[in-house]
């Protein structure tokens, strides 16, 4: 992918709205969240309202979170106006709310537009080339909040799993399908110099971090253990787990996400020590 936070046909859609919406106040939407206009756009339309949205689009670098959020505001302020007209239907914004969720994003009732999915963990994965697996054990874990704890505990194992394989597929090191979760985990932090047994200098070796690390790693095999002996799904069993419930579940999940998050920001981090300094070998 291009590292684009949002895609170009979510983009696309919100200007198709902005055929609706006067000239000045699409103009002035881009304005106050600190957008100006490009010098010069390559972009012809008939609609001088869509060709006022595009020349402050293309200003956007859609990579940059922090811009990307206050472009989310221009979309909100949008949505907002569309809204409060006589002529607004409640299926008019079933297209971008579509687009939105491809992004991982989600609009409320209220026309707000949250991150379905850890703002920093978001931007790491549109920095992968393939980040399909991670993000269908993302989708899974939540969906089954509340409601399934124990299939949200499987999501949660399953997430450690699609992230170590991603993060060893994009450092060219050999991906065992068979291997368990603890020679998946320690294979991953090894490739990216995180395992705690790896003395290199830098500030991911201070004793601090090191413990941290540690702890890191034994958070994300206990998910498997949990998961293993019958608290999440995956096996079948004669009797239902007793005293499994919601909270046990978010913990599993949240303790994943950070796993994931963890290793997916060392990934794509351009000064990380894994870009300089010998890896340790994998087995995997």
Request: charged fraction near 25%; charge should be negative; proline fraction near 5%.
């Amino acid at each position: 992918m291009s590292g684009e936070l949002i895609r170009r046909g979510t983009r696309n859609a919100f200007r198709s709205l902005a055929t609706g919406i006067p000239q000045a106040a699409v103009a002035g939407f881009w304005q106050d969240e600190g957008f100006a206009p490009v010098d010069e756009l390559d972009y012809d339309d008939t609609s001088v309202r869509r060709w006022t949205f595009q020349s402050y689009a293309e200003r956007v670098e859609w990579g940059d979170l922090a811009q990307v959020e206050r472009a989310l505001r221009v979309f909100e302020w949008q949505l907002r106006w569309l809204a409060r007209q006589e002529t607004h239907t409640d299926r008019a914004f079933d297209d971008v709310r579509a687009w939105l969720d491809r992004d991982g994003l989600v609009l409320d009732d209220e026309n707000k537009i949250h991150w379905s999915r850890p703002v920093g963990l978001e931007h790491s994965l549109h920095a992968l080339d393939e980040a399909s697996g991670i993000r269908a054990e993302l989708d899974r874990a939540h969906r089954a909040l509340p409601e399934d704890p124990a299939g949200a505990i499987g999501a949660a194992k399953q997430l450690i799993e699609a992230t170590a394989k991603v993060v060893l597929h994009e450092r060219g090191l050999p991906v065992n399908d068979n291997a368990t979760v603890p020679d998946l985990v320690k294979a991953a932090q090894q490739a990216l110099n995180l395992h705690p047994s790896a003395v290199q200098p830098g500030a991911d070796s201070a004793d601090g971090l090191k413990k941290i690390l540690g702890g890191v790693s034994a958070i994300a095999i206990g998910i498997a253990e949990l998961r293993n002996r019958g608290y999440g799904s995956g096996h079948g069993q004669t009797r239902a787990p007793a005293g499994l419930g919601p909270r046990h579940a978010r913990l599993a999940v949240n303790a994943a996400t950070t796993w994931c998050q963890l290793l997916l920001d060392t990934l794509a981090d351009p000064a990380a020590p894994w870009r300089t300094q010998p890896t340790e070998g994998n087995t995997t």
